[in-house]
């Protein structure tokens, strides 16, 4: 895209750049702010984890003392709340990375499904809106407030959150571990 832009730049029609970024940039019609928020995002999930800050080894001993003695379905539904839950506060690609081994490590141990689980930790870390930091389409509708206001965006995201994950609990997991 940069070598695009520049390319537009350096080219001139009538004398005129056919893209006069410097325009651009002054213009209120690129919402900015939007793009810089949705950029940021992905270096903060990186920060969270990495091994210096120790954010999902804490995870990691929380979740086994807290799943270590669940039955498989229990685990799964579990699991899923838990992952829909922190998936709010912590970017989903990330803790797609993250937690896929350390579920996968709990579902054996709980003697769960491990394809119902996988399935279900998809869709829990699918549903990541309730907050700008939850994902890169979460961080857009924050950063949008020309269109819907940070009160609105936060109370449409966690409405959208709990519907999400009641149907995913009725009818996800049902349909899991039929095809499973």
């Known amino acids: 895209i940069c070598l695009i832009v520049l390319i537009l730049t350096a080219i001139r029609l009538d004398g005129k750049p056919v893209l006069d970024f410097i325009q651009c940039i002054r213009s209120k019609t690129v919402a900015w702010d939007m793009l810089i928020l949705y950029a940021a995002t992905m270096p903060c999930s990186a920060a969270l ?83 700008p930091g939850a994902s890169s389409p979460g961080a857009l509708v924050y950063a949008n407030r020309q269109w819907i206001s940070a009160k609105r965006a936060y109370g449409y995201g966690i409405a959208s959150v709990i519907t999400s994950v009641i149907i995913i609990l009725l009818v996800g997991y049902p349909l899991c571990l039929l095809i499973s």
């Open 49 to 131: 984890s990495a091994d210096k800050t120790k954010i999902m080894d804490l995870i990691s001993f929380y979740g086994d003392n807290l799943f270590r003695h669940m039955g498989p379905m229990l685990f799964i539904i579990g699991f899923t709340l838990f992952a829909a839950l922190l998936t709010q506060f912590a970017h989903n690609l990330v803790l797609a990375a993250v937690l896929t081994p350390i579920m996968c490590n709990f579902a054996i141990v709980a003697g769960a499904n491990l394809t119902a689980a996988i399935i279900m930790l998809c869709f829990a870390l699918g549903i990541a809106l309730a907050t």
